[in-house]
């Protein structure tokens, strides 16, 4: 397996765009989680899911964030409209268990001017 | 509220002595922790679990121990390398998917 695999690498946007961010988990994984990492807050987990459906959205910042996983290998967290305190690596992670060891992809570096 | 921290931001040492990063917590009563790698621009990679009933771990030349008296985990890496370079994050079961703490950078000089 590839691993998680995430894209864009890297993304820059102006204020109020929309942004939207993709992410194919390790097959078999049943948990897939999003985080988002910046040097102030480190990182945070802003939603995850189990067997494509969200138990906890808790850590989504505002309406603004929406996350979706229409099936098995394909997850995506949209930002509608983007502002620039949104700028950070946003991390895709999945993992067999939802504490066992998490399989990080490369992220994907947001940036909203 | 629960809080973890890891003793600091930022740790020099001189290649082949031992490095030792500190993850402290706080409010949580984790069955087990994890330590995770991260270099720059990738995403963290994991090293070691350990759990509550352990009081110590090996990898290699990584040593973990677990004191759940003192709420704290310690990470060792012995005769240090400058490949060892990169920010160590711990991270922590509860009732929610693992927490992570804001990781230390650590800096091997050669």
């Known amino acids: 397996d590839a691993g998680v695999i995430q894209s864009p690498r890297h993304e820059v946007t102006e204020m109020g765009q929309e942004v939207t961010l993709r992410c194919k988990p390790i097959?078999?994984?049943?948990?897939l989680f999003w985080y988002r990492q910046t040097m102030m807050r480190g990182l945070e987990l802003l939603i995850y899911f189990n067997n494509n459906v969200p138990i906890d959205d808790s850590g989504m910042p505002e309406d603004r964030f929406s996350a979706k996983m229409p099936n098995a290998s394909f997850s995506t967290l949209k930002i509608q409209p983007s502002e620039p305190r949104d700028s950070a690596v946003y991390f895709c992670?999945?993992?067999?268990?939802?504490?066992?060891?998490?399989?990080f992809g490369q992220g994907t570096r947001l940036t909203v001017v | 509220s629960q809080k973890i921290e890891q003793n600091s931001e930022a740790l020099n040492i001189q290649e082949g002595k031992t490095a030792t990063l500190t993850c402290n917590y706080t409010?949580?009563?984790?069955?087990?922790l994890q330590w995770y790698r991260q270099d720059p621009g990738r995403g963290p990679v994991f090293l070691l679990l350990i759990r509550e009933n352990e009081k110590e771990k090996r990898k290699e030349r990584l040593k973990v121990t677990f004191d759940t008296t003192l709420k704290q985990s310690l990470f060792h890496i012995t005769a240090s390398q400058p490949a060892d370079s990169a920010t160590y994050l711990c991270?922590?079961?509860?009732?929610?998917?693992?927490?992570f703490g804001k990781g230390t950078r650590l800096s091997v000089i050669a």
């Open positions: 409010n949580y009563s984790p069955a087990y």
């Open positions: 991270a922590l079961e509860g009732n929610t998917p693992l927490v």
């Open positions: 992670a999945s993992s067999l268990g939802v504490n066992t060891e998490a399989f």
């Open positions: 097959s078999g994984h049943d948990y």
